[in-house]
């Protein structure tokens, strides 16, 4: 048990720290997006005009949701 819970902290010890670890997060998800949305292009299977209006829309919603989750659960305030 003792050495099953010493392996698990340190396999937890070694993953990003705060900042690091949310920044790596979005630029995978924006790489993704963004080689996801070329391949589209490249095989024809959508115009152009359809990634960046499915883009804009995407964003919009992305940011309207973070808006409303901020308004409907505020952070706590410290020491709380």
Known sequence: MLLARRGIEAAICCLPK?????SALKAGAVAVAL????????????????ILV??????GIGMLSV??????????????
């Open 18 to 22: 705060g900042g690091r670890g949310v």
């Open 35 to 50: 080689l996801i949305a070329v391949s589209r292009i490249y095989l024809y299977v959508h115009y152009p005009t359809d």
């Open 54 to 59: 499915g883009a804009v829309i995407g964003i």
């Open 67 to 80: 808006w409303a989750v901020g308004k409907l659960w505020p952070k706590a305030p410290p020491g709380a």
